[in-house]
């Protein structure tokens, strides 16, 4: 079945640092990815998608490209700040909207 | 728009009470399922519904019902609570139901089994 793996945390950076989450996903399709942000003690909110390859998603700083022959979809920031400490999710969804969750990363930035 | 909202926010039961966690949505969608989140796990998809009197299982549906008799609520029932249920449980919605829809997410009900 379909599954996303992504790099185990916590990943700790100062502020202003370059940050890169790994994201890779196995699927029988061509599914959709996301990255959800989940602040402490919030539901999950969407911070960016790409629907095909070599589109690529960008929102508040942050930006993935979908990479069909690397099956990738890797979260990048050039300047973090401390607001950007969260958990982030990678997922996709293949089949009709169901939504295939890495196990999410968490990110701590110090000032 | 409140969005999706959730009751209640904090639950403890014991092992085999039953339990409804509330979901509802003003947004007028027509997709909405429910996850669970266990640390280490990510999220998991147990039921879900594609509009109103229709639902369908997900990843983990054992233990759990639904049912959808409006397009607001979207009601998650425990019928005989356990200790494996222990868990963060989020609804979420999204206006239909293609592959690239944004999920509208719930703030989440924190459901302790003893």
């Known amino acids: 079945g379909d599954s996303v793996t992504q790099m185990e945390g916590p990943v700790t950076l100062s502020e202003e640092a370059f940050l890169t989450i790994n994201c890779t996903y196995t699927a029988t399709g061509y599914p959709s990815l996301f990255w959800y942000v989940q602040y402490p003690g919030e539901g999950l909110q969407l911070l960016l998608k790409a629907t095909k390859a070599d589109d690529k998603g960008s929102n508040k700083g942050f930006e993935a490209t979908y990479r069909k022959e690397t099956t990738s979809f890797h979260l990048e920031k050039g300047s973090v700040q401390v607001s950007d400490s969260a958990v982030y999710f990678c997922a996709l969804s293949d089949q009709g909207n169901k939504l295939v969750f890495g196990a999410g990363t968490i990110l701590r930035v110090k000032s | 728009n409140a969005g999706v909202t959730q009751t209640p926010k904090f639950q403890v039961l014991k092992t085999g009470q039953s339990m409804t966690l509330q979901c509802a949505q003003d947004m007028n969608h027509e997709y909405m399922s429910w996850y669970r989140q266990d640390p280490g796990m990510g999220l998991r998809l147990i039921h879900y519904?594609?509009?109103?009197?229709?639902?369908d299982q997900g990843e983990v549906p054992n233990g759990y019902n639904v049912s959808r008799s409006t397009t607001e609520d979207f009601p998650l029932r425990l019928l005989s609570a356990a200790p494996s249920q222990t868990s963060v449980y989020f609804c979420?919605?999204?206006?239909?139901?293609?592959?690239?829809?944004?999920?509208?997410f719930g703030p989440g009900t924190r459901l302790t089994v003893l």
């Open positions: 979420a919605s999204s206006r239909g139901d293609t592959s690239g829809d944004e999920q509208f």
């Open positions: 519904s594609v509009g109103a009197g229709i639902t």
